[in-house]
Structures are given as structure tokens and as C-alpha cells.
């Protein structure tokens, strides 16, 4: 091989390895930018879901207090707990912030739900019965988002720990995102 | 192994290392893929698998439903089984109704009652189009009407029938589809139009000319064979639920 064909290969080769590694970079950088925005859009769905359930809570809430088997502390829970919410939600606030929250009121919702299952002259209640019926509609619609949620954050999480997408995920601002738990934070137990 | 082969050989190692290293990273770096190969396909519209409901119910139904989805172009699915397993009726379900894509697609206009008749649990999943219709509050009044009172004196059928019925009328009532039904036709049973019926039945006479008869027995699958199955579309999980 003449010096000529070997300076030729050697350009040839690094232009060829830059190609791909700029194609790597490209593909990297799409597929995280894909995926962190399927998890944001999931995300918009669970906070639309709680903007419901909180608009129904704000119907329900005088009808079950007219009735002395509901907890008064559970109702007065869930009064204060729809107001933090939807100062949080104004607030822009965290991920994090939005499922403490909701994990609260979610507990005591459920509280209430319990009670109503329990007395059939409750469920007697035609009008009652019917906000119940939103109720669980509602939370199973939001289970159905968590969980889509929940795995969009997988997916994305996956991606970007994955070599060698790991390698430079953080340098263009991608971060592992948080799951959005149910269970209540850390060390508090349900005021009742 | 002379210096423009070694090169060659370098280059050829190089590139594909590189193209495994891109190859690698569109393939592997997403989450595995959840198996819904055990997720039953349903092809009709009722789906009667534990032998729950009386057959002229069933028949009635099934034509019910075909009528609701000519009217509107809404999708109602019954699906009952002896048992979901492990699985819950509740994700069973929601499984069903993603795997099967009960709706149109776009629309979202499915709905899907599945029964459990061991656990003695029911669920309704409604398409992300019709949830403001089918809300929580609605299924709740239809539940209290016509499928707790049959189901507590034993009338399954009785029960899942009106329930499935009040289901779908509300959807005739309130879901407007565009694109859908209203569209009259020369033969109200089949959705085409006068130039389209014209070249349907030439394709039929050229097809039984060219194959001499053959034609018929192909043609006569297509209505043995059964419905074909559901539009694709997708739920935001909502519907109502409930025991027995």
C-alpha cells in the first residue's frame, strides 16, 4: 500500500468512526428526548386525573357531612388536603410534593370509602351512590395512569442508565426521574 | 498477512464494531416489553366462557351490540370467564381491552364488561372517548338499577343483559360520532354506496367467471369466519366495578 492509500484509509477511518459516533450521539439524544417527553405527558394525565378527583371530593364532601358515620377528622383531612393540592398544583410544585400529597388524600378518600361500603343506608343514598360510583372511576382511572406513568419512567430511567447512553445522559441534562408512589411518606401515619 | 490486508481487516473490524455499538443502543436500552400472551382475544361481541348466559340472551346481545356499533360506531365487548387467575378481574380487564383494542382507533369509544363468576367480582373498562359519558356516577345508577337486584336473586342473565343494554343505550343517546353512523345506504345492511355496491358485485361476477364457481367457497369463508374483531381502541382505565 502507497503512503498515499494509507493516509487515505487512515482520513476515511476517522471520518467514518466521527459519522457514527455523531449518529450514536443523535440516536441517543432523540430516543432520551422521546422518552422523557411520553413520561411528562403521562405525568399531565395523573395531575388532570386529580384535578377530577378533586373537583368531585369538592361535591361529595357536603353530602357525606351531613352524615354522622363519616370520621369529622377524615373530612376536615380531605378539606385540607384539596386546598394543598391545588396550591401545589398553582405552585408548579415537585413530583415528588404532588405524590405526598395525593398518597394523603388518596388514604383518606379510601377512609371514607370503607365507611360507605360498610352501611347500606348509606349506599341507599341515590345521590351519594353516585358520587361514590366517580370516586372509584376516578381512582381507577388514576391507578390506569400510574401505572402508565410508573412504566414510562422505567422505560426512560432504563434508557438513559443504559452504556452508552449513561456516558453523556447527564452532560445533555437528563436525570432518572422519580415514580410516583402510593404508599404514604416515610414515618407518618394517618391522622384519624 | 500483508499491511493492505491487515488495514482492510481493521476497517472491517471497526465498522462493525460500530455498527453493533448503534445496534446495541436502538436495541437494548428500553424497558422489556410486557407479555400479554396469555391475554385472551375476543372476536365477537359476547364472549360468554363460563356459560353464564341463557343463549336467546346471549344471541340478543350479540346483535344488540353489533346495532350500537352500526348506529355509532361505539364498541361493546362482554367477556365471561370462570376465573381470572391470579391476575385480579380488575387487571384482567384492563389487559383485555388494551390487548384487543376494543373501539375505534382515535375515537377510543369501547367499552368492556368482564365478569369473573368464581371471584364473583364484575369490571366495566370504558374507552378514554367515553368516559364523560359512562362516567363513575352513570355506571353506578345502571349498576343499582339492573345489575345488583338481578344479580343478588340469582338472574345473571337477566342482570348483565340489562346492565349491557342500558349501557349501550346511553352511548346511542349521547355519543355523537363523527363520521360514523347516519350515513344511509341503498341497503342498510351494508355500508356501501350505490358506484361501490356497482363495483363490489362486478369484482363478484369477474372472481366467479375467472375461477369458475371457486369464488363462492372463498366468499363463503368470510361469513363462517366470524366478526373481525375490534378497532384498536385505547382507555384511561375508567369504568366502574363491583362484587356479587
Keep these: 500500500m502507497s503512503v498515499i492509500n494509507k493516509r487515505m484509509f487512515a482520513v476515511i477511518l476517522i471520518v467514518g468512526i466521527l459519522v457514527v459516533v455523531g449518529l450514536l ?161 416515610d414515618g407518618e401515619v394517618l391522622n384519624l | 498477512m500483508d499491511r493492505g490486508k491487515r488495514n482492510a481487516v481493521i476497517a472491517a473490524l471497526a465498522f462493525l464494531f460500530a455498527v453493533l455499538l448503534v445496534g446495541t443502543i436502538l436495541v437494548t436500552v428500553s424497558a422489556p416489553k410486557e407479555d400479554l400472551s396469555w391475554v385472551p382475544t375476543i372476536d365477537d361481541y359476547v364472549n360468554d366462557r363460563a356459560g353464564v348466559l341463557d343463549p336467546g340472551d346471549a344471541y340478543d346481545l350479540e346483535m344488540f351490540c353489533e346495532e350500537v356499533e352500526f348506529n355509532n360506531t361505539c364498541q361493546i365487548a362482554v367477556l365471561i370467564v370462570n376465573s381470572t387467575g391470579a391476575v385480579g378481574v380488575n387487571d384482567y380487564a384492563l389487559k383485555v381491552f388494551e390487548k384487543n383494542g376494543i373501539g375505534q382507533e382515535g375515537k377510543d369509544n369501547g367499552v368492556l364488561f368482564v365478569m369473573s363468576f368464581d371471584e364473583r367480582a364484575w369490571r366495566v373498562v370504558t374507552g378514554a372517548g367515553i368516559s364523560d359519558i359512562l362516567n363513575g356516577g352513570r355506571l353506578t345508577e345502571f349498576q343499582l338499577t339492573y345489575l345488583d337486584p338481578n344479580l343478588e336473586s340469582g338472574n345473571y342473565s337477566k342482570g348483565i343483559t340489562l346492565f349491557v343494554y342500558a349501557i349501550g343505550l346511553e352511548l346511542v343517546n349521547n355519543y355523537h360520532s363523527s363520521g360514523g353512523g347516519g350515513e344511509s345506504y341503498p341497503i342498510d345492511f351494508i355500508p356501501l354506496n350505490w358506484w361501490q355496491l356497482g363495483l363490489a358485485i362486478a369484482v363478484f361476477l369477474v372472481l366467479m367467471v375467472a375461477t369458475r364457481g371457486r369464488a363462492f367457497l372463498w366468499i363463503g369463508s368470510i361469513f363462517l369466519g366470524g366478526r373481525g374483531g375490534f378497532g384498536g381502541g385505547r382507555t384511561g382505565g375508567g369504568g366502574s366495578r363491583g362484587r356479587f
Design chain 1, 25 to 185: 450521539f443523535i440516536v441517543s439524544y432523540n430516543s432520551m428526548v422521546g422518552k422523557s417527553q411520553t413520561v411528562d405527558q403521562n405525568l399531565s394525565q395523573i395531575k388532570n386525573r386529580y384535578v377530577t378527583k378533586v373537583t368531585i371530593l369538592g361535591e361529595l364532601l357536603p353530602q357525606v357531612q351531613q352524615y354522622q358515620q363519616f370520621e369529622a377528622s377524615t373530612l376536615t383531612n380531605i378539606t385540607a388536603l384539596r386546598s394543598q393540592w391545588m396550591s401545589a398544583i398553582a405552585n408548579n410544585a415537585s413530583t415528588e410534593e404532588l405524590s405526598n400529597i395525593s398518597s394523603r388524600l388518596d388514604a383518606n378518600v379510601s377512609r371514607v370509602m370503607v365507611t360507605f361500603e360498610a352501611y347500606p343506608e348509606l349506599q341507599s343514598v341515590a345521590l351519594m351512590a353516585q358520587y361514590m360510583g366517580q370516586v372509584v372511576d376516578v381512582n381507577e382511572q388514576l391507578s390506569y395512569a400510574r401505572g402508565q406513568y410508573n412504566a414510562a419512567v422505567r422505560d426512560y430511567n432504563t434508557n438513559i442508565m443504559s452504556f452508552p447512553n449513561n456516558m453523556f445522559a447527564g452532560s445533555f441534562g437528563f436525570s432518572a426521574k422519580q415514580y410516583w408512589g402510593t404508599d404514604l411518606p
